[in-house]
């Protein structure tokens, strides 16, 4: 039963990750893309800390601590945030799902380029792959041949994620995601505050009247984003990373179909060939040799150890 409890979070964390997609594409036509940004983290942000007040979990980090975070804020809530809302205001749910999920992949290439980690040819093949996957999607996945602003700033938004990962690894050594989480989110949301100053003096700010539109942004940061964030920790702990990651092959297919029912997106050829390069190349990538076990002597009858 235990088990069972694990594959549906994992699959509920799936469909709400694919679903986020849409349902911010969805909530743009009616806020502007920083403001709508902004308002989410102010949200998630409230959510993850009554969480940590609650369990009384939280520790104060150290100085050095304090520095990674603000890099982890600038990098994967300021900038990916920024950069997501606004490319995905040109471009669909399924473009943005699928360049997102390249994401493993770039940390990768940034780990071997800034921490000179180990990249073997197994690694090399999936990125070409994957790379492969994101050129059709963004070349020929648009409503004309090119490459449109959207998805430029969609890539810009993943290499945004994929910088802080890199920091994250290195934080979650000595804190939990979980403290991460809630610390990088809440450091991000304060920097995000000029930003929304801007867009208003701009005049380029807007929100909805609708009050189902703020009911749909609350859902979405809340249970899209904080439980699904929490879910997903437990099933990685549950069922291990390498079953877990599996799930994640499944969100851009379902923001493609969503899309197409719900925003009337058409489904492109491309964006399915793209799409199975992507998560072919990232399968690729994380794939474990399986190392051969030295063959035991023959032996006769024996008794094993309690």
Not at 29 to 58: E, H, Y
Not at 247 to 260: L, R
Request: aromatic share 10%; with cysteine; hydrophobic share 55%.
């Amino acid at each position: 039963m235990a088990d069972r409890t694990v594959f549906l979070k994992l699959w509920a964390v799936s469909l709400l990750w694919g679903g986020n997609y849409v349902a911010s594409a969805y909530m743009l036509r009616d806020f502007s893309p920083i403001f709508l940004s902004f308002a989410r983290l102010v949200v998630m942000s409230l959510f993850l800390i009554s969480v940590a007040i609650i369990n009384k979990s939280m520790r104060w980090p150290t100085k050095r601590e304090w520095g990674l975070l603000l890099i982890v804020g600038i990098t994967g809530t300021l900038i990916n945030q920024l950069f997501y809302f606004t490319g995905l205001q040109e471009s669909t749910p399924g473009n943005a799902a699928l360049i997102i999920a390249l994401s493993p992949i770039t940390t990768t290439l940034l780990a071997r380029i800034f921490l000179k980690e180990m990249f073997t040819a197994q690694k090399l093949v999936g990125a070409i792959v994957a790379l492969v996957g994101v050129v059709c999607i963004v070349l020929f996945g648009g409503k004309e041949l090119g490459i449109s602003h959207g998805d430029v700033f969609l890539l810009a938004a993943m290499l945004g994620m994929s910088a802080s990962l890199l920091f994250i690894r290195k934080l979650t050594s000595a804190m939990s995601a979980y403290e991460v989480t809630i610390y990088s989110t809440v450091i991000g949301t304060i920097l995000m505050s000029p930003a929304v100053a801007v867009e208003a003096v701009a005049g380029d700010l807007h929100a909805s009247d609708q009050l189902m539109m703020w009911v749909l942004l609350v859902c979405v940061a809340v249970i899209g984003q904080g439980l699904a964030g929490f879910w997903w920790n437990s099933g990685i702990a549950a069922a291990g990373a390498s079953v877990s990651a599996m799930f994640m092959n499944i969100p851009p297919f379902i923001a493609i179909i969503v899309s197409h029912f719900v925003l009337g997106d058409p489904i492109l050829l491309t964006q399915i060939g793209g799409g199975i390069l992507i998560l072919t190349g990232v399968a690729i990538t994380n794939m474990k040799r399986k190392r051969r076990l030295p063959r035991e002597p023959k032996a006769g009858l024996g008794v094993k150890g309690a």
